[in-house]
């Protein structure tokens, strides 16, 4: 692989705004490198989408994101890392190191379960791809995965401005078939399903460990930087800028809310919107 250029930005990408729980995590983690984030909103959400359209998303974003430059790339959306990985992998091989959210939540959930009983709350479109089965059994195969699909709550978190009775009744309905399986540590497998935390804490008890991609991410870019030797001075000050593909002021004040720091400007990029979906 050719060496980036240590002064270059991480780029991060995600469906929507959800993305930025992660990029959160990065900024606190890593307050000495710069961040692109781009968020895909004018194809939002990426949760039932077909892993064929999310590979031809996955690629397209990557390559805005790298054409501007960037020294390392972050799938923040479990939908798209899950259908796109590989594939970003082996196309950006000798370009830059690619970080998705699959493999570190599955290491970290693994590390902490006491039971060997992990449960997964993720999209359709994830829970499909078995990439949470696949990544698990490699880190320790003695667990039991136990995965419950939502198509509804990450859409319900993006456009509502606060937890409403809609929220709590979705998570609750989402949560009951792992209660019922007695696991002890769930997965949030969707970048979203963080701001509803406390709402899935409740649901679930204070004795099962949830386990989010921020935290896993921030730690697995760090390691990535330092074994590439990338990692920028520490003793600078980093930036951060945005882009989106959809309404520059819906993401602003979006993204205000689940990044928890400021954004003062958003760009727009264009990007090949799908085919309309036939409907039966």
């Known amino acids: 692989m050719a060496r980036p250029d240590n002064a270059l930005p991480i ?44 590979r031809e998303f996955a690629l397209e974003l990557a390559g805005l994101l790298l054409a501007d430059g960037a020294k390392l790339l972050v799938v923040a959306c479990n939908s798209a890392t899950a259908a796109a990985l590989p594939a970003l992998r082996e196309e950006l091989v000798d370009r830059v190191p690619v970080v998705g959210v699959v493999g570190p939540e599955s290491r970290l959930a693994a590390s902490v379960t006491r039971n060997s009983r992990v449960g997964l709350l993720a999209t359709p479109a994830t829970v499909a791809s078995d990439a949470y089965a696949r990544a698990l059994a490699e880190a320790a195969p003695e667990v039991e995965l136990h995965a419950v699909a939502s198509a509804e709550l990450a859409p319900l978190i993006q456009t509502g401005d606060e937890i409403d009775q809609a929220v709590v009744d979705c998570v609750e309905a989402a949560c009951a078939p792992l209660k019922a399986a007695s696991v002890d540590t769930v997965i949030l497998g969707c970048t979203h399903y963080p701001l509803v935390r406390p709402v899935l804490q409740r649901c ?31 003793g600078r000050r980093g930036a951060y800028r945005f882009l989106a593909s959809g309404a520059t002021d819906d993401f602003r004040r979006q993204g205000i809310r689940f990044l928890q720091l400021p954004i003062d400007e958003v760009r727009h990029v264009e990007v090949a919107l799908p085919r309309e979906r036939s409907v039966a």
Do not use: K, M, N, W
Not at 24 to 49: K, Q, W
Not at 205 to 224: F, K, L, T
């Open 11 to 54: 780029a991060v990408f995600d469906s929507g705004v959800g993305g930025l729980t992660v990029l959160h995590e990065c900024l606190v983690s890593l307050p000495h490198e710069d961040f692109v984030y781009l968020g895909d909103t004018a194809r939002f959400p990426y949760g039932d989408r077909s892993a064929d359209e999310l």
């Open 204 to 234: 679930l008890g204070r004795d099962v460990e949830i386990v989010s991609s921020g935290q896993a991410i921030a730690d697995e870019v760090e390691h990535a930087l330092d074994a590439a030797g990338l990692a920028a001075d520490p």
